[in-house]
Structures are given as C-alpha cells and as structure tokens.
C-alpha cells in the first residue's frame, strides 16, 4: 500500500503545555547541506514530563531530538533555522558553548555504548571531566541507584562496563549521564538493541527518572511510547516539493494522540496502518 502519509501536506496542530516548558524547540528549517531535512515543527518539552517522539522512518525524530542539545553541531553539513530555547536561552545563540549545552542535557543513545574501563570509572567519567570535588564513590553509588542498577553491581564496581549485559549497558550509560546531573535527558531509541525483559527495565526506569529529570524519548515502538510518554509528538514526511521532508503532524498528551487523534495521518499511523 502506497502511504499517503507521505502525499499529504498539513500544518502541524498545535500543543498548548499545561507544565512548565523546560525547552522549547521552534524549529523553522533543518538542512543537511542542500537537503532540507525537518520544516516548521514546534516542540515544547515539559518538565518532569516524558515527551515520546514517534513517526515513520527517516521523518526527522533524531535529527529533532539532537537538535535539542546541539548534538547536531558535530556533523559540518547540519543547518538549523529558529530557536530552541532552554530555560528561555536560544542554545544556538554564538556565545553558547555547546559542551556547557550537554552538561544540562545530556544524552542516551540507541546502542549502549559504555566506555572500555571499569564500571566505577564509566560512572566517575563525566564527573572527573567536570573536575568534581565532592565525594567520588557518593556520587557513583548515587548515580547506579538511579539508574536501578546498584543492586547488580556493587559487588564488582572493578569489572569492565563491556561485562554487563546490553541491558546493564544500557542501565550503566543512563548512571553516566545522570551522574553529572543533568536536567534534561535525550533518548534516542535506548531500547532497540535490548530484550523485552531489559526493554521493560529501562522503561520502568525511565518512569522513575522524571520524578527528577525531563525526559524526552525517540521510539520506533508505539506500545512504549503507549506505557512511558506523558506527551507525544507524531512526525510525518512531506514529499509535495519533491523532497522527503520531516515535520511535526501533531502533539497531544498521549491518550489524546492514541484515542483520539486530531490529524488523519495521526488516525491512520497509530491505527498501524504504516508500521
Ligand atoms: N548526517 C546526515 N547527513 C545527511 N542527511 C542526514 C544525516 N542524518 C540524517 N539525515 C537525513 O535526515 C532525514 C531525517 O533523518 P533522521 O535520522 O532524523 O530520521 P528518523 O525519523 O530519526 O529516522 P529513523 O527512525 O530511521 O531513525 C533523513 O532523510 C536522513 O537521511
């Protein structure tokens, strides 16, 4: 079946936040060189809120997600028009030093991706790069009981990270980045390498990190973005100019996009009729 959600060109509804916005992303353009890659999409992330980003392949979610912590900056071809603000401050603005950006937001990624040396010193990492002062092992043991991961290995804090299971992994990435204690948290698919069993842990952790944390959650899978996201935003691609352009169909708490969608390509994605 042909997929109209591809053929039908319609403005992005738009999301009134009823919680603070941590950052709100007002994306105009995104290009990758000559290639506009993300048109007109509004993204406001609300604090303590899961915000679940969902749509077909290559509609824009990483690019909008990296977008939100300048992770884009490392590829030379990435062109951003508009303004993601983070407290209200434009991170794109020249004097805003992207490194400083990551420390308030930090990321995880699809494939768990901890560094070969012990599990302590995956943890202790991003602290040492930020010349922390304070109780070291505090600090690791905070970080692994956050990330529900203490438990496992406190017995063995000296084992590589690379011994875990992917699940582990994945558990001792998300203690790395919420050691140096973050605001902000970026997913992108943290889930699509691990087993149902590990997936449902991570979720379940995920639902714990926002009583401390913003989350905001790439997923390919919309039974998870169903159990974890608070909102969700369902990204589309635009080919009516010749391209493949990604955008933002529409947002709404969650419930509202799966029972109630407002756009027909919402109706017909979360009816499955793409997947
Ligand atoms: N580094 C890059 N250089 C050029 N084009 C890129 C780059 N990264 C992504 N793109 C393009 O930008 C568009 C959006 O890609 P993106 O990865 O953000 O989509 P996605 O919705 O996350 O896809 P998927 O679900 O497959 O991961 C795609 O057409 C992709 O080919």
């Known amino acids: 079946m042909t997929a109209p959600i591809e053929q039908t060109v319609s403005n992005a509804a738009s999301y009134t936040p009823t919680s603070p916005v941590v950052i709100n992303c007002d994306i105009d353009k995104i290009y990758y060189g ?6 007109k999409s509004v993204v406001p992330i609300e604090k303590n809120k899961i915000t679940g980003f969902i749509g077909l392949s290559g509609c824009g979610k990483s ?3 990296r977008s939100l912590n300048r992770m884009n900056d490392l590829i030379s071809v990435f062109r951003l028009e508009g303004q993601v603000t983070y407290h209200g401050q434009n991170i794109y603005a020249r004097n805003v030093d992207p490194v400083v950006v990551r420390r308030y937001i ?4 699809q494939q768990p991706n901890p560094f070969s040396m012990s599990i302590y010193d995956n943890v202790a990492f991003g602290l040492r790069l930020n010349r922390f002062k304070g109780n070291m092992d505090e600090r690791v043991q905070k970080a692994l009981e956050g990330a529900a991961l203490w438990k496992e290995v406190k017995d063995k804090l000296k084992n590589s990270g690379l011994s875990l299971s992917g699940g582990q992994q994945q558990r ?4 790395r980045a919420i ?3 973050p605001d902000v948290l970026l ?3 943290p889930c699509s390498a691990l087993d149902p069993i590990a997936t449902r842990q991570v979720e379940e952790l995920m639902l714990e990190l926002k009583a401390h944390y913003t989350l905001a959650l790439v997923t390919h899978n919309m039974q998870q973005a169903m159990r974890v996201a608070d909102n969700t935003c369902f990204f589309g691609v635009d080919i009516s100019q010749g391209g493949r352009t990604g955008y933002l169909v529409e947002m709404g708490k969650t419930k509202q996009v799966f029972e109630d ?4 390509l919402t109706k017909e994605y979360v009816a499955g009729e793409f997947s």
């Open 63 to 65: 690019t909008v997600l």
């Open 172 to 175: 001792l990435c998300i203690a």
């Open 106 to 109: 930090g990321m995880v990624f």
């Open 179 to 181: 050691a140096t204690e």
């Open 261 to 264: 969608p407002q756009a027909q």
């Open 187 to 189: 997913m992108d698919e």
């Open 34 to 39: 000559d290639f506009l890659a993300v048109r």
